[in-house]
Nanobody, 126 residues
Framework: QAQLVESGGDLMQPGGSLRLSCTGPGSIISSRVMGWFRQAPGKGREFVASINWKDDFAYYSDSVKGRVTISRDNVNNAVYLQMNSLKPEDTAVYYC???????????????????WGQGTQVTVSS
């Protein structure tokens, strides 16, 4: 069971910036599609962003496009989610996930991901 660990969640004011980190085994981080999801209270798990391991192609949900950047660091075995211009509706628990080894394309549904972290809380409020 691969262990993914998220960090970086915090209480932020609207308009602020935050970088979330996800660390895990190098064999997973460098060779799987990696994704970020979020879950707000009373809602389902929502796709945020994903990055392909082959060429680092990234894909974003419409709700965060232009404000969020996902990146991979194979040296430090990490995946990052840089979030800018934070909004109250960004408030959620953010989860890092690693896709199944057989998947090479971007996946936007939770079912396409094999390993999950425990989540990190992001709260945006004035």
């Amino acid at each position: 069971q691969a262990q993914l660990v998220e960090s970086g969640g915090d209480l932020m004011q609207p308009g602020g910036s935050l970088r979330l980190s996800c660390t895990g085994p190098g064999s997973i981080i460098s060779s799987r599609v990696m994704g970020w999801f979020r879950q707000a209270p009373g809602k389902g798990r929502e796709f945020v962003a994903s990055i392909n391991w082959k060429d680092d192609f990234a894909y974003y949900s419409d709700s965060v496009k232009g404000r969020v950047t996902i990146s991979r660091d194979n040296v430090n075995n990490a995946v990052y989610l840089q979030m800018n211009s934070l909004k109250p509706e960004d408030t959620a628990v953010y989860y890092c996930a690693a896709g199944y080894s057989s998947i090479t394309a971007i996946v936007t549904t939770p079912a396409g991901y094999e390993y999950w972290g425990q989540g990190t809380q992001v709260t945006v409020s004035s």
